[in-house]
């Protein structure tokens, strides 16, 4: 059972910074592909980066790639989610996910573990 939280989420400027946390509680944690994804109104909830341990291997859809960085350390329990130059269109809530086994890293569904989500609004 992996429980997770995440923090850092907020009003901002566009072309402006924004650091999400994702604190996980279980055991294994290096064992589980953390992914964050976001929802925004009236929209279904999309892909936004994806990072394994074993091996290290990061992922991003192709709208954030260059603007976003995702890390973890496995010794805090520990997601985050770098972004910067943010834009209007980022505007979601954004959701941290963790998965044990995948086919599709980019595929909510697989996912079996998701926190409540942290606001993230843009203004132009």
């Known amino acids: 059972q992996v429980q997770l939280a995440e923090s850092g989420g907020g009003l901002v400027q566009a072309g402006g910074s924004l650091r999400l946390s994702c604190a996980a509680s279980g055991r294994d944690f290096s064992n589980y592909a953390m992914g964050w994804f976001r929802q925004a109104p009236g929209k279904e909830r999309e892909f936004v980066a994806m990072?394994?341990?074993?091996?290290?291997?990061?992922y991003y859809a192709d709208s954030v790639k260059g603007r976003i960085t995702v890390s973890r350390d496995n010794a805090k329990n520990a997601l985050y989610l770098q972004m910067n130059s943010l834009k209007p269109e980022d505007t979601a809530i954004y959701y941290c996910?963790?998965?044990?086994?995948?086919?599709?890293?980019?595929?909510?569904?697989?996912?079996?573990?998701w926190g409540q989500g942290t606001q993230v609004t843009v203004s132009s």
């Open positions: 990072m394994r341990w074993i091996p290290i291997s990061t």
């Open positions: 996910a963790a998965v044990r086994r995948y086919i599709n890293y980019s595929n909510r569904n697989e996912y079996d573990y």
